[in-house]
């Protein structure tokens, strides 16, 4: 199976599209999640945890979120999870970056 990778899509997108990239992003984080829990189950190759997390880092964070608790995936992880929320809250500091000081162009 050919694995999508975030640069590839992004290098083909415009700023316009920003909020279509972050739809997309969240619905194939959220798709790998539930992936990654099937093939844990079923004891198939398994999607990493680098390739998970750099989905999440590139605006797929709220579908992962979503994923682990619906499919109670990666919960137990403390590395994991710890990686996580390191990137939900460099993403949150961020985003109110831009609110509080946004860049003019």
Not at 31 to 54: H, P, Q, V, W
């Amino acid at each position: 199976m050919m694995m999508l990778s975030p640069e590839t899509l992004l290098s083909h997108m415009g700023p316009e599209e920003g909020g279509l990239w972050i739809l997309l992003a969240n619905l194939v984080t959220y798709g790998l999640f539930y992936a990654d829990k099937k093939a844990s189950e079923s004891r198939s190759r398994r999607i990493s945890e680098n390739m998970l997390l750099l989905w999440c880092a590139v605006g797929g964070s709220l579908g992962g979120y979503v994923a682990m608790r619906q499919f109670r995936h990666k919960t137990k992880k403390q590395s994991f999870r710890h990686r996580f929320f390191i990137l939900v809250t460099i993403q949150v500091l961020l985003v109110l970056n831009l609110v509080v000081s946004p860049v003019s162009v």
